[in-house]
């Protein structure tokens, strides 16, 4: 840096990296202060704030290499670091069997936990005050009521330890010129029921109020600006609605928070797990069901540069990944409230050295329309657009700090700008922000991806670390990126909108298979059957056939439509959903019905949408192949009865000559083919395969759930994995739920053999075999005359000139 331009830089840097980053070490200078609400103030003296966070640790006897390497990682990670606060957004103990199918929770782990937290503190030398650890769904399994006998988390945990009770906790980091406050919160099951049917977050009304209440407690103060960051366990896609219709998305909206902080889904499902919420006015918006990207598309709206507007409605929704297998931990700053982060993954080892650009953003990941916003009323553009910022944290004393800027429009990265960047604060304490001078204006572009920043950070070891590169734009224009079909599954996806719609529609179609031919075979003159099908060549033609075959078979069909009855009207199993109580509820399509401790007389419906775990699966990987394979076997029984009969040349006798040779067209061309599929009876194998495998996935194995379960992506919806679950006995707790399906598959399967007598008995096998009885007594009647002719010229008393036109030719 020049030395001309080092005392104006070092006046703006100086107002500007105060607010940099909001987390920073906590001296003997910082007071804590207790306020109404479980709210903390955190007051630091110190220019450079930064935040650590984990999620999804997962603590569990059955795997002690998880507990192992945070001690040996996070404590020395956390030194190296230095944050202000630590975040751990739940999860923390697994709550599984070895067998992972009972899933309720277990003090051993908790322990484990406690000891652990306790020896990471002190070996990052951190106040433990600064540790915020929330509760997860795992930490939840089966606890019937907050401050009971099974409720581990109140008495381990860090919040439990320092009082933190209550469903929100709040603290707020002060700096010189601004305010950051960071509201947690808790929306776990107030009535906690085992896994899996334990998935999603579920705010209430007063919840959302009190959230509400956190958010808004500086607004009333001007003077210092407010950077508003949420934090919790659940992503918003697995987040119930309140009894009144109200969401977390609408209370983070009407705050403009900068972004809220999340786990709960696992790195499996994609590194892109982020999505960018925008308010919508229009009622009846797909986004209530569902977002196609990770950015939707912004409304158009008037630019409003006035100083006097109102923030614009928007918000940041990160997933962080899991401890549990991908060893993450992230990095959170805030220069000039505007949120950018570092993620780290420790599978690989420890870390020497870490970057974290803070200026210019990630144009993938920034609050865009705020920013463009800033960009369009120039006077709005504040001074830290002037310099390129990190932070730099390293074990190892830095000699350089190199920024590059590349140009990606000759089609490939070509480097247009490097600079040197200058330590700014010199202090003892680890995470130095380095910054350097740019003319930002010179990067103006349209396009949000053109030019891309890297950062090189050499040590006095001369090791090298290269920060991630990434693209910006000054512009304020959003750099577009698609999320996997994973990735739009958990996040995309809003489930507890899109559960009953699912759920009623599977059962209408499912119903509409079973009654509508069943009601056109009884009423209608026009059948179906397979030579229709094939003369008329329709697909209509042929669903009918296949439908109304499977209509023929009255056990089947009327078995089918009771059990789907008994589904929507009846409980489906019967169990043990809490850890130790003996108290037993039962599950319908509507969620657990349980007697609940606060109100011992009244019984209500819990854990739905969470349910659609096991009724999802059951419904599409159970009922619906079911009924297919079925009307499959039927199908597959009336063209083996076709085939066996026109193999006995019999053909039936058609009203039209057209259908005729469309029949003998078919015959001719696909015998061959039908032979090999039908008369060998193929077909019916491959069905008898299928069969087989959903037997042995309703009873047996344990396959992935129509969620992909988030944790292990093991959710089962089998009948072993639920009497390990929930304790039950098959036949006592859930019979129906669990014989049903097998017997009436078992059954179609007898229905549909075909004997030879079966075939014999059919009228047009019959009325053939008349003719045949009729044509065998010619026949024997002409041996008897032959052998009594032979038997005449052994006697000699057939004529010479006679004998050879008088006995008959047999052919």
Known sequence: MEKKQSPELREIVIVVLKLLCIFTTISTSVSIQQEGGGAEELISSSPKKWEDRLSDLHFSVHHPERALDFKKIV?????????????????????????????????????????????????SGLDKRIFYDLRGNHDNFGVPE?????????????????????????????????????VGLDSTMSTGVRGPTNLFGHPTDQLLAEIDSQLSQ???????????????????????????????????????????????????????????????????????????NMHPKPSESAKNCSSQAPPLKEFWEWEMGDWRKSRAMRILAVDKGHVSYL???????????????????????????????????????????????????????????????YDTRPGSLHLIMETTMAKFVRDVSRGDIYAAPWNYKAFEDPSPDRFWLQIEVTDAMGRSTLSELRP?????????????????????????????????????????????????????????????????????????????????????????????????????????????????????????????FSYSEKNEYI????????????????????????????????????????????????????????????????????????????????????????????????????????????????????????????????????LAIPLLLAYAVYKTRILTDQILCCPIFFEASIKGNMLLRVWQGRLIDYLHLLQEASHGTLPKTATSQQIPVLR
């Open 472 to 596: 910006f734009s000054v512009n304020g224009l959003n750099a577009k990126i698609s999320w996997t079909w994973k990735e739009f599954f958990v996040m995309g996806c809003q489930w507890a909108a899109l559960y009953y719609p699912i759920f009623w529609s599977a059962i209408y179609l499912m119903l509409s298979i079973i009654v509508i031919p069943k009601i056109c075979l009884i009423f209608s003159k026009e059948q179906y059957f397979y030579r229709t099908s094939i003369c008329e060549k329709g697909l209509i033609t042929c669903i009918a056939w296949v439908l109304q075959d499977l209509c023929r078979i009255p056990v089947v069909c009327f078995g089918i439509l009771g059990y789907l009855i008994y589904l929507i009207s009846c409980p489906w199993l019967i169990g043990q959903v809490f850890t130790d109580s003996e108290n037993r509820g039962y599950m319908t399509y509507r969620g657990w019905v349980v007697k609940t």
């Open 146 to 182: 907050i401050g009971g006998s099974s409720d581990f988390f109140s008495k381990y945990s860090i919040n439990g330890q320092f009082g933190r009770k209550g469903n929100i906790n709040s603290v707020t980091v002060e700096t010189g010129d601004r305010k950051h406050l960071f």
């Open 75 to 123: 404590g020395p990670a956390l030194k190296m670091i230095n944050p202000s606060l630590v975040l751990i957004t739940g999860d923390l103990t697994d709550g599984k069997s070895k067998d992972l199918l009972t899933m309720k929770q277990n003090e051993v782990d908790w322990i484990e936990y406690q000891n652990v937290m306790e020896d990471v503190a002190k070996r």
């Open 343 to 405: 993620d780290i993954d420790f599978k690989s080892g420890t870390k020497t050295t870490m970057v974290l650009p803070t200026f210019p953003l990630d144009s993938r990941f920034m609050l865009t329309s705020s920013f463009h916003q800033m960009y369009e009323c120039q006077h709005m553009v504040p001074f830290s657009f002037e310099t390129i910022r990190c932070i730099v944290f390293s074990i190892s004393p830095i000699m350089s700090v190199v920024a590059r800027i």
């Open 607 to 738: 854990g739905s949408p969470d349910i659609m775990v096991v009724v999802f699966s059951h419904l599409f990987f159970v009922v619906i192949p079911s009924i297919l394979v079925v009307g499959a076997l039927a199908a597959e029984r009336g063209i083996y009865k076709e085939h066996f009969l026109s193999f006995s040349g019999k053909k039936e006798d058609d009203d039209s000559s057209q259908k005729n040779k469309r029949s003998v067209n078919y015959d001719n061309q696909g015998r061959r083919i039908s032979k090999f599929l039908f008369v060998e009876r193929l077909f019916r194998k491959i069905l008898l395969v299928a069969w087989l495998a959903i037997c042995w996935k309703h009873f047996m194995v344990s396959i992935n759930s129509v969620l992909l379960y988030v944790h292990i992506m093991s959710a089962k919806n089998n009948c072993r994995a639920l009497i390990k679950a929930y304790e039950m006995n098959p036949l006592l707790h859930f019979p129906l739920y669990s």
């Open 218 to 292: 500086w607004d009333s103060q001007k003077g210092k600006p407010t950077t508003k960051i949420s934090f919790g366990h659940f992503p918003l896609s697995f987040s119930a609605l309140s009894h009144s219709q109200k969401s977390l998305k609408d209370v983070f909206l009407k705050h403009s928070i900068s972004a809220y902080l999340c786990g709960h889904l696992h790195t499996r499902f994609g590194k892109n797990l982020k999505r960018h919420h925008l308010s919508n006015e229009n009622f009846l918006s797909s986004r209530e069901f569902f977002q196609l």
